[in-house]
């Protein structure tokens, strides 16, 4: 008896083990698509391949399109563990049709929520689209609105940037010539800018850098500093932990595993902590102000909002008193939490990674330069310095170059490089058939001439769009010498010859698209607007030593420079 008991426990144990090792190899690939077959006999497929790539280039997307490459293809199947099929589609015209015009086909990937549906559950980027997500964007879509983004966000913005100055010239005199490194000085003009837009308070990182470079005691009080301590100890974890996540083979298992260190424990405790105590005396002021003024005084009427979360919490109270429910305590509400710092994150690092690409863009490609200074100095005057044209100024004024200097710098960037879509319905791409559950890898990077594809192919609407490309796409003149930096390519002449800015050159993929496209769109543009405009007219961005000038990119959650450096000249 008890030997047959052993016996049958061997053989299950024997089946698990055979059932895990099965599920490690790759499941049959679909028909028709270009693959390497070894892969089918290998634990992991294409995996370790992968991976040896992303950690030779320190760049996943290079990794996750090799294949691409390889075959001069624009769409392939990956091979890895059993599971759904994973296709990588590298195109940017049917990336552009797949994200911005079909998506009652393909929906936010589950691939990318599990990257942050641990630290932050309830936000909107770890959900799919459901009527609960829809109602939970609908009260953050305000926020985002360009007249509340003008008003109470733009002059935020400019003091980042003037701030951002101050630092760089005593920096520029202390370098005397020599390069220094930028991207921390960027991360702080992001963070003081994003803390600002979403919480309102001050939060003085680039200050308390001043007065360090100065060499002078601080004049923040040791709460300030304390909270410049947390905030930064969250977002630079934060963005470690989710990197981690995503370079490892199961994002889950690392997450699994990062939840029981320390870190992550202090990591959970200071978000919540810090974004509550400044949750806790807005939401005061807005009790004060309706128990002051009346619901009708302070309800519909953006008068008294700071920021963004000022608005959210002033409608979230309005609306309780309205229906005569007990006010809610928006400090324990675990979507308001963690949306706060899922915006925190995704809108700091990947402002500040595109900056540093700006910069870097701006060293190798002197006379762009010198023709985006003299367009800035023809619109707004010769100030003193620094020279700080007011946010509206910046905003207001019409200057096609600095348009097509923008889009260019987010196109070569590719600060975001691979999204992902999940597929709901079985469909095509290109002509192949693509089964509901398969995930999407889409390239994002428009760096080089797209692989041939025939027209027939391609979807009605992404033939409609291309027809609508007046001057060409890529088979025009904005598609030439693709892998150089061109912002003339984003422009066009009327028939007045006024030069004109021409949204249309190109698909235009940096923030991805659609209903699920990059929520901070705006704020990320504005952001870049104003600080590109107030560094131009400041510094003089001189060119970079050979070693220090190559264009390798990091990646991590966002791509940024692996030689992050400036050699400055003040103006
Ligand atoms: C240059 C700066 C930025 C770049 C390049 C960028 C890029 C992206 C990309 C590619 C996506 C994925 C879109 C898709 O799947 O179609 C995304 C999503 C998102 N971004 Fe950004 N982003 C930037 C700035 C910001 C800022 C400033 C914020 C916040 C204020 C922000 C908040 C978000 C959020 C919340 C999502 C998820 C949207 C959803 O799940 O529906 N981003 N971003």
């Known amino acids: 008896m008890a030997s047959s008991i052993l016996v049958g ?39 370790l391949t992968i991976l040896r790539i992303a950690e030779r280039t320190r760049e996943s997307s290079i990794a996750i399109f090799n294949l691409n490459t390889k075959l001069g293809t ?33 929906d936010h990937s589950w691939y990318t ?19 609960a997500l829809k109602a939970q964007k609908r009260l953050w879509t305000d926020a985002m609105s360009p007249d509340f983004l003008k008003r109470i966000v733009a002059p935020n913005l ?17 370098a005397a010539g020599t390069p220094f490194k930028v991207s921390a000085d960027f991360h702080s003009t992001a963070l003081d800018a994003i803390w600002t837009a979403l919480l309102g308070s001050k939060l003085g990182v680039l200050q308390s850098h001043i007065e360090k470079s100065r060499g002078v005691p601080s004049t923040l009080d040791a709460e300030t500093l304390s909270t410049i301590d947390a905030v930064r100890f969250v977002v630079e974890k934060g963005n470690a932990m989710v990197a981690t996540a995503l370079n490892s083979m199961w994002p889950p298992l690392a997450f699994f595993i990062l939840q029981f260190t320390p870190t992550y424990r202090q990591f959970k405790r200071l978000s919540t902590e810090e974004v509550q105590k400044v949750m806790r005396r807005a939401y005061q002021r807005f009790l004060a102000l309706a128990d002051a003024k009346g619901v009708a005084g302070v309800g519909d009427s953006d ?48 402002t500040a990674n595109t900056l540093s690409w700006f910069v870097k863009f701006m060293a190798l490609n002197q006379e762009p330069q010198s023709q985006l200074r003299r367009a800035l100095s023809a619109a707004f005057g010769n100030e003193p310095f620094p020279k700080l044209p007011s946010a509206n100024a910046i905003l207001e004024a019409d200057i096609p170059y600095l348009d ?10 590719a600060t975001s490089a691979i999204i992902n879509r999940d597929v709901l319905v079985d469909t095509e791409i290109l002509g192949k058939r693509v089964p509901a559950g ?11 001439t797209p692989y041939p594809v025939d027209e027939s192919l ?32 984003w422009l066009t002449k009327k028939a007045d010859g006024e030069e004109v800015f021409d949204a249309y050159s190109l698909p235009v993929l940096g923030f991805g698209g659609g209903y699920r496209g990059c929520f901070g769109k705006r704020l990320a543009m504005m952001e870049l607007r104003i600080i590109i405009v107030v560094l131009i007219l400041n510094f003089e961005f001189l060119p970079l030593p050979e070693e220090l000038a190559g264009l390798e990119g990091d990646e991590g959650v966002f791509r940024r420079p692996q030689k992050e450096y400036v050699r400055l000249k003040k103006l």
């Open 9 to 47: 426990a061997a053989v299950c144990i024997i089946l698990g083990i055979g059932y895990v090792v099965w599920q490690l190899f790759p499941g049959t690939p679909l028909p028709g698509y270009p693959h390497v077959a070894s892969s089918r006999w290998r634990i992991f497929g294409d995996g």
């Open 74 to 106: 624009a769409i392939t199947q990956l091979l890895l563990t059993h599971g759904p099929p994973m296709i990588t589609v590298d195109d940017p015209r049917e990336v552009e049709d797949i994200v911005m015009r079909r998506n009652k086909e393909f």
């Open 113 to 131: 929520m599990q990257l942050f549906n641990r630290p932050f559950p309830h936000a909107t980027i770890s959900q799919h689209t459901t009527p």
């Open 158 to 174: 400019q003091n980042a940037a003037g701030q951002l100055v101050e630092l760089w010239t005593i920096r520029a005199e202390q």
């Open 303 to 350: 008068e008294h909002d700071t920021c963004a979360m000022d608005l959210v919490l002033r409608r979230q109270i309005m609306t309780a008193r309205k229906t005569g429910q007990p006010p809610l305590d928006p400090t324990r509400d675990p979507q308001m939490l963690d949306e706060l710092w899922m915006l925190l994150l995704a809108g700091h690092d990947s």
């Open 404 to 413: 097509a200097m923008m889009e260019e710098t987010i196109r070569v960037a």
């Open 438 to 448: 398969s995930i999407l890898f889409l390239n994002l990077r428009i760096d080089h």
């Open 458 to 489: 391609r979807s009605a609407t992404s033939q409609a769009a291309q027809a609508k490309r007046t001057r060409g796409g890529f088979d025009g003149e904005s598609g030439r010498d693709i892998e150089k930096f061109e912002p003339r390519r």
